[in-house]
Antibody
Framework: EVQLLESGGDLVQPGGSLRLSCAAS????????LSWVRQAPGKGLEWVSG????????YYADSVKGRFTISRDNSKNTLYLQMNSLRAEDTAVYYCAKIGGYCDSTACYNWGWAYDYWGQGTLVTVSS | DIVMTQSPDSLAVSLGERATINCKSSQSVLYSSNNKNYLAWYQQKPGQPPKLFIY???TRESGVPERFSGSGSGTDFTLTISSLQAEDVAVYYCQQYYSTPHTFGQGTKLEIK
């Protein structure tokens, strides 16, 4: 079974940095695009960033562009989010999520960037 | 950016009755080359991550009860629960994945009347 486990959330001061990790198991990691989605306390979902299976293509929300960097290490089955110049409005639970779909021995089938597996999330609090 | 607007913000329905949640996108999410609507629905319960229920606007994810259905095309979409059960109490989100950023609606809180 696919499992995603985020870590790295913490209390950090405004202007500080943090790196989140998402360790994946139960899948051929490099075959799947992944994203980070966040949820501020008591609020809705906000898509943050996405990355292709190879890592060659990355995408960002305007709210984090230039401050956050998504990356992945396919040899370690791990997704990362480097967050710099953190602001109070970045306070949220950060989820990693896998693109919907599956791969068999011959091909991969996906249903676009609709996410079929999510981690439990890691809390980032930006406050002085 | 494509703006997703859900209605209503909250909804109270009696057990066994139909529940309908609407989602409108600021521009079409129908990709003409494959005739697919890049629209998903998620259910989120307190303290849990979201769970994918519907993708391509109308395809139920594996394991999702048949009482859940998605419909619509272009800019207007609907999630329907044909007969509300107690375990369906949750917040429901629509999401477009036609273009980045892959925006979500603000959520609809579904409760029992």
């Amino acid at each position: 079974e696919v499992q995603l486990l985020e870590s790295g959330g913490d209390l950090v001061q405004p202007g500080g940095s943090l790196r989140l990790s998402c360790a994946a198991s139960g899948l051929t990691f490099s075959r799947y695009a992944l994203s980070w989605v966040r949820q501020a306390p008591g609020k809705g979902l906000e898509w943050v960033s996405g990355i292709s299976g190879s890592g060659g293509r990355t995408y960002y929300a305007d709210s984090v562009k230039g401050r956050f960097t998504i990356s992945r290490d396919n040899s370690k089955n791990t997704l990362y989010l480097q967050m710099n110049s953190l602001r109070a409005e970045d306070t949220a639970v950060y989820y990693c999520a896998k693109i919907g779909g599956y791969c068999d021995s011959t091909a991969c089938y996906n249903w676009g960037w609709a996410y079929d597996y999510w981690g439990q999330g890691t809390l980032v609090t930006v406050s002085s | 950016d494509i703006v997703m607007t859900q209605s209503p913000d909250s909804l109270a329905v009696s057990l066994g009755e139909r529940a309908t949640i609407n989602c409108k996108s600021s521009q079409s999410v129908l990709y003409s080359s494959n005739n697919k609507n890049y629209l998903a629905w998620y259910q989120q319960k307190p303290g849990q991550p979201p769970k994918l229920f519907i993708y391509w606007a109308s395809t139920r994810e594996s394991g999702v009860p048949e009482r859940f259905s998605g419909s619509g095309s272009g800019t207007d979409f609907t999630l329907t629960i044909s007969s509300l059960q107690a375990e369906d109490v949750a917040v429901y989100y629509c999401q477009q994945y036609y273009s980045t950023p892959h925006t979500f609606g603000q959520g609809t809180k579904l409760e029992i009347k």
